[in-house]
C-alpha cells in the first residue's frame, strides 16, 4: 500500500476500531477486533483488477491479477469493478453489513465461475477459504443497510435493466431473441451484442455508472431519524430542569431535534443528522452522573447506523468522556454572573450611557412569563420580530431555540420594552435550565431608540439575581480570541480579515463587540468530531445547522397558552 492509503486507512479505522465505545451483546470480541487489515485487502484487491487492464502495466502484475479475476478483465469491466471496490474499502472501515455483502457476493460469482468452467479448477480451495474467513467475521460489521436504502437500490437495479433492455430494443438493434445479451454489455464482459456498434458502449458505461450509485446506496448511513415525539420531549423538558444541566440545555428541545437517553434514563442528548452526520447539540442534558452513558448510548446509536458523530459546543469538563474524539475550541459562551454584576465604574460607562438614553426617551418595561403573553400582545411582538429581521429567516442550532412566543417551551421568559405610547418596541426571550437562564431570542424595532437591548439585558440579569438565578448566558462569542487579539500572525490576520468583510451576514465581530461591553465572564465551548477525514463533512454540516434559514416568526394559529400541558 502507498503511504497515502495507510494514512487514509489508519485514518479511517479511528471511529470503528475504538475500544471505548459500546460493542453489542455478544459482539465484544469482535468489536475490538481492527477491520483495517480486510480494507487493506480489498484495496489491494482492487489494484490488482484495474492496474493489469491498462495500456501499461507490468508483465508479472499479470499472473498475480489472475488470482484475483480468475481471467482477464476488459478494461471497462476492471475500471468499474476498481472503483466499486474502493467504496466497498472504504464501507469495510466504517463496518457497514453491505460492504461485507459485497465482498461475499463477488467470492461467489468467483466460485459459480470455477464450477462453470469459466475459471480454473486451482481457484475453488482459495475462493472456499476466503468465503470461510468472511463469514467467521461477519460480526464485525454491526452498520446492517437501512431498508429505505436497500429499496432504492432496488429501485435503481430495476430501472437500470428495463431503461437498457428498452433502449436496446428501441435504439440499439437488438431483437427480442437476442435481449439476454444485454446483461452482458451492463456487465462489460466483452460478450457479442447483436445490435448497433454504438451499443456496447454505451451498456457498459450504464453499467458502470448503475453499479457505483447501488454500491453508493447501499454503503449509505441511514436517513435521518423523525423528531422526538411528545413523549420524549416531555422527558427531556424535566431533565433540562435539573440542577445539573449546563446553560445550553434548554436548547435540546428544539422540535427538530431527535432524542438518545442513559441507560437509566437520567441524561439524554439532543441531536440532528445532516450530510450522515450526528450533530449533538452541547453536553447532555440531566444528571451529570449519567452524562457519561448518555455519550456511549449516542455512540452505539451511531455505530449501529452509520452516521459519523459529532458535537456542536460541548463545554471543557466533558471533552474527556467523548474518548479519543478531535476537538476545536470555536469560541465562547458569554456568561454574566448576577451576584458580580454591576454598572458602576469607567468600563461600563456605555452601558450605562445606553440605559439612561432609552429612560431618556421614555422607554419602560417588563418582564414576563412566555405562557402568559396576551394574543394581541404576542402579535405585536411578532411584528417587531418581523421587523428587526427585515423579513428573514430565523438561524441558529445550538443556542437557539424555536416557536418563538407560542408558549410552547415551559420556563420561557420574555423581557419587553415599550416606546412613550406603551407599543412595544423590542423584546428579548430567555429560557431556564438547571443552571440559570440563557438568551434566546433578541428582536429590536429598527426604527426604535439605540440602547433598547442594553437595557432589557441589565434588567434580566437583575431579576436573575433577585430570583437566585446563578449565571445568565447571553450570545456565543464566536472565534473570540481571534477577534480579542491585536497580535496576529499572517494567517490569522486573513481570518480576521475574512469574520470582517463576512460580518453584515454572519454578525460574527459584531455581536462580539456588543457583549464584550457588559464584561462578562466567557465559557469556552468546542466542536467534536471522531477523525480529521471528517472535518470538511462537519464544516459544512455545523455552518449549515448555525447560518442556515429555518423558518421565519409567525403568528401562532393557535398559541399554547400551557406549555404545562405539553411538556410538563
Given amino acids: 500500500m502507498s503511504p497515502a492509503e495507510v494514512s487514509f486507512v489508519q485514518g479511517e479505522s479511528s471511529w470503528g476500531d475504538d475500544p471505548s465505545l459500546p460493542a453489542r451483546p455478544g459482539q465484544a470480541a469482535d468489536a475490538a477486533r481492527p477491520v483495517w487489515p480486510l480494507a487493506a485487502v480489498t484495496l489491494a484487491v482492487a489494484a490488482l483488477v484495474v492496474v493489469p487492464a491498462a495500456t501499461v502495466s507490468p508483465e508479472w502484475l499479470g499472473p498475480v491479477s489472475r488470482l484475483v479475476t480468475g481471467s482477464p478483465l476488459l478494461p471497462a469491466h476492471a475500471m468499474a469493478l476498481g472503483l466499486a471496490l474502493l467504496l466497498v474499502a472504504r464501507g469495510v472501515l466504517l463496518r457497514r453489513r453491505a460492504a461485507w455483502y459485497g465482498l461475499v457476493l463477488l467470492v461467489l460469482l468467483g466460485l459459480l465461475a470455477v464450477l462453470t468452467g469459466e475459471d480454473p479448477a486451482w481457484r475453488l480451495p482459495l475462493l472456499a477459504a476466503v468465503i470461510g474467513g468472511l463469514w467467521l467475521e461477519r460480526g464485525r460489521f454491526p452498520v446492517r443497510p437501512h431498508p429505505e436504502r436497500v429499496r432504492t437500490a432496488v429501485k435503481t437495479g430495476a430501472f437500470l435493466v428495463v431503461g437498457a433492455v428498452a433502449g436496446s430494443l428501441v435504439l440499439g438493434g437488438v431483437s427480442v431473441r437476442s435481449v439476454g445479451q444485454v446483461a452482458g454489455g451492463l456487465g462489460a464482459t466483452g460478450a457479442p451484442i447483436d445490435g448497433a456498434s454504438w451499443l456496447p458502449g454505451v451498456l457498459a458505461l450504464a453499467g458502470a455508472a448503475g453499479l457505483l450509485v447501488i454500491v453508493i446506496t447501499l454503503l449509505a448511513p441511514d436517513p435521518a431519524p423523525p423528531p422526538g415525539d411528545g413523549a420524549e420531549r416531555r422527558r427531556v423538558a424535566g431533565l433540562v430542569a435539573h440542577p445539573g444541566s449546563d446553560t445550553l440545555a434548554p436548547f435540546a428541545l428544539r422540535r427538530d431535534k431527535a432524542y438518545v437517553f ?307
Wanted: hydrophobic content about 45%.
Fill in 262 to 568: 442513559s441507560p437509566d434514563g437520567r441524561a439524554a442528548i439532543g441531536y440532528r443528522v445532516l450530510f450522515g452526520l450526528a450533530v449533538a447539540g452541547g453536553d447532555p442534558v440531566g444528571d451529570p452522573g449519567s452524562h457519561a452513558a448518555a455519550v456511549r448510548a449516542f455512540l452505539a446509536l451511531c455505530r449501529t447506523t452509520g452516521w459519523r458523530p459529532a458535537v456542536l459546543g460541548a463545554s471543557d469538563g466533558l471533552l474527556p468522556v467523548w474518548g479519543r474524539f478531535r476537538s476545536i475550541g470555536f469560541g465562547d459562551e458569554v456568561v454574566i454572573r448576577p451576584a458580580e454584576f454591576t454598572l458602576s465604574g469607567r468600563t461600563m460607562r456605555n452601558v450605562r450611557q445606553a440605559v439612561r438614553r432609552t429612560e431618556n426617551a421614555g422607554v419602560t418595561s417588563e418582564i414576563v412569563p412566555e405562557r402568559e403573553l396576551a394574543p394581541a400582545l404576542r402579535d405585536r411582538l411578532l411584528d417587531v420580530a418581523s421587523r428587526s429581521l427585515g423579513g428573514a429567516a430565523e438561524r441558529g442550532f445550538s443556542m437557539n431555540l424555536d416557536e418563538l412566543l407560542t408558549g410552547y417551551h415551559p420556563g420561557a421568559l420574555v423581557a419587553i420594552a415599550y416606546d412613550q405610547d406603551a407599543e412595544p418596541i423590542a423584546f428579548q426571550r430567555y429560557v431556564t435550565a438547571g443552571e440559570g437562564v440563557s438568551l434566546d431570542a433578541m428582536r429590536r424595532d429598527p426604527d426604535g431608540p439605540n440602547g433598547v437591548n442594553e437595557r432589557l439585558i441589565v434588567e434580566m440579569v437583575e431579576y436573575a439575581g433577585e430570583r437566585g438565578h446563578g449565571v445568565v448566558s447571553l450570545n456565543f462569542a464566536a472565534f473570540r480570541e481571534l477577534l480579542d487579539t491585536a497580535d496576529r500572525t499572517p494567517l490569522e490576520k486573513a481570518g480576521y480579515r475574512a469574520l470582517h468583510l463576512l460580518d453584515p451576514w454572519i454578525a460574527v465581530e459584531s455581536l462580539y463587540l456588543f457583549d464584550k461591553k457588559f464584561r462578562p465572564s466567557y465559557k469556552p465551548r468546542n466542536v467534536m468530531f471522531r477523525s480529521w477525514f471528517d472535518i470538511a463533512w462537519v464544516a459544512a454540516a455545523l455552518l449549515t445547522l448555525e447560518f442556515g434559514r429555518t423558518r421565519p416568526a409567525r403568528r401562532a394559529a393557535d398559541p399554547a397558552t400551557e406549555p404545562v400541558h405539553h411538556l410538563g
